[in-house]
């Protein structure tokens, strides 16, 4: 099987075996969750093997017609700007696993089952090169991430789910609607008279101004409030406070992205000239999510809370790069996504550590745990230092690249979102001195045990990627180099197809025969 079916269909293989296992045996269960989402991670290594730096296009590309008479085909491929976020996916979900190892115990077999799907359904999305593949991935992993808030979640878990999914699909709908209407622009404008919803063919689409910018804000609106943007991000912190550790830790660190991937992959090269016209609404709009989300940080007195609204401040910074629409900006907003994915997703494991000890979140409950759980402090202010941005770790490359670019778009909005970058240290240095330092003014905190093996087992590896990109960068930046620059050359007009997207005729050719599967790029 080509590599990257593999990568997608593995998980949801395993999901299916699991399906057959007695729910008594909670061991094998978590096991065998474990070593498939593993095997998953083993197999997308082999992207890198293979990667060809110079090439700007889809590469390990994979063709199949699904429903030729709707133009509609089975259509995979990954490229500088996917790559990243299809290991962080395959990467994150078993560390999920292993630091839920001691603490989960309700319904194991639904919950293991739940994460795999959702795990092949994110895959799918950053893979798919067909809009509507795109769509069904997209809605797909709605199900299990409601059914993980709904069942696993908190007090008000029920209110929670529902409020993302209705807020997710409310989006989802117009988009819809709009690929639907690309994809019949398309069929009336093709000289073969066959229909596709191939992104690379959906490219060459000729829209009116007026049509161009109803789909821009149709596919705005449906990423704004996946990334959440302001003032759509009102279903992330019930949604944060209430998932369990592991929701939390898929939905900060890969879900949310699908917003900003979704801006990158189709707002920005489907519409160029509106989204160069709306780009200061959009980096106004991430300017004050920047701010507001930091202000509104500050100021909780729950640490799951407060690490959510941190979300809707740093992914403002993402959205900031990508409308910034220069090199510099755009390759710091994909490194970001994947620091966030990192520095976050490993804030909400470590809060998850300590309320499954003390049951409780809140700030004031806590104070000199330091003394009693020093390894646990030790790895919290990393990961702590990672979300400010301090040098030498992954979020001070990300957020310098940010700034940097999108000062030579917008001083004033650079300058601006710079303040998000003190706040930030503002809160969260904030929440390690009220947890960690100063006396011990509850009993209940003096017999806290330490973090276990399997935690530190989880942890331990996303503080090494910290390092690793904060210290050599390069070695993620060089890889989506030549797709971003395709990328900016689309949006200033500038693309030569023949150039950047070398597979382009060959998957187009495919689409319209319905050819077996065909691998490029290796």
């Not at 999901?15 to 070593?35: C, D, H, M, N, W």
């Not at 991670?41 to 890198?48: A, E, I, M, W």
Request: hydrophobic share 55%; proline share 5%; aromatic share 12%.
């Amino acid at each position: 099987m080509p590599i990257l079916s593999t990568i997608l269909w593995l998980p949801l293989a395993a999901a299916v075996l699991l399906a057959f296992f007695p729910r008594t045996a909670e061991s094998a269960i978590k096991g065998f969750g474990l070593l498939a989402s593993a095997a998953a991670f083993v197999v997308s290594l082999g992207l890198l093997r293979g990667w060809d730096d110079a090439q700007a296009g889809f590469q390990f590309v994979e063709h199949k017609g699904w429903i030729p008479q709707w133009g509609i085909s089975y259509g995979l491929g990954v490229d500088g700007i996917s790559l990243w976020l299809v290991l962080l996916t395959t990467f994150l979900t078993p560390l999920i696993f292993l630091s839920a190892w001691n603490a989960l115990h309700k319904h194991p077999k639904e919950y293991v089952i739940s994460f795999l799907v959702m795990e092949t359904a994110m895959i799918g999305a950053f893979l798919a090169t067909d809009l509507v593949l795109f769509y069904v991935f997209f809605e797909l992993m709605l199900l299990p991430m409601y059914l993980v808030i709904g069942v696993w979640g908190g007090a008000n878990r029920i209110y929670a789910a529902i409020k993302f999914f209705l807020f997710t699909i409310a989006g989802s709908l117009l988009m819809l609607l709009g690929i639907i209407y690309l994809g019949f622009q398309n069929y009336h404008q093709s000289l073969t008279g066959t229909p596709t919803f191939n992104i690379v063919d959906l490219y060459h689409t000729q829209l009116t101004p007026q049509a161009q910018m109803l789909l821009f804000f149709a596919f705005s609106l449906a990423f704004a409030i996946k990334v959440p943007l302001f003032p759509l991000h009102t279903w992330l912190p019930d949604a944060h406070v209430e998932a369990p550790t592991g929701g939390s830790i898929i939905l900060a660190g890969v879900m949310l992205k699908m917003g900003t991937y979704g801006f990158l992959r189709f707002v920005l090269p489907f519409f160029p000239e509106s989204s160069s016209r709306w780009s200061t609404l959009m980096l106004t709009l991430s300017v004050i999510g920047i701010i507001y989300g930091a202000l509104v940080a500050w100021v909780q007195p729950d640490m799951k809370k407060l690490v959510a609204y941190s979300s809707v401040s740093h992914l403002g910074f993402c959205v900031l790069g990508i409308f910034a629409m220069n090199e510099t900006a755009i390759s710091g907003s994909i490194l970001q996504m994947v620091n966030h994915g990192l520095s976050t997703g490993a804030l909400f494991l470590l809060v998850g550590v300590v309320y499954e000890r003390r049951h409780t979140r809140l700030l004031a409950d806590y104070g000199g745990i330091a003394r009693t759980m020093p390894v646990y402090a030790v790895l919290f202010v990393i990961a702590v230092l990672s979300s400010v941005g301090l040098p030498g770790l992954n979020g001070f490359i990300g957020e310098f690249l940010i700034l940097s670019g999108t000062f030579q778009a917008s001083p004033v909005a650079a300058t601006l979102a710079a303040t998000g970058v003190i706040l930030a240290a503002i809160y969260l240095l904030w929440l390690v001195q009220k947890v960690f330092f100063g006396p011990i003014t509850n009993e209940e905190n003096r017999n806290i045990p330490d973090i276990a093996w399997n935690e530190i087992a989880a942890l331990v590896p996303i503080v090494v990627f910290m390092v690793w990109i904060g210290v050599h960068p390069n070695t993620f930046l060089r890889k989506m180099e030549p797709s971003v620059k395709h990328l900016v050359a689309t949006v200033r007009g500038e693309r030569n197809d023949k150039v950047m997207f070398a597979n382009a005729d060959a998957t187009a050719s495919a689409n319209r025969n319905t050819t077996a599967t065909a691998e490029v790029g290796r």
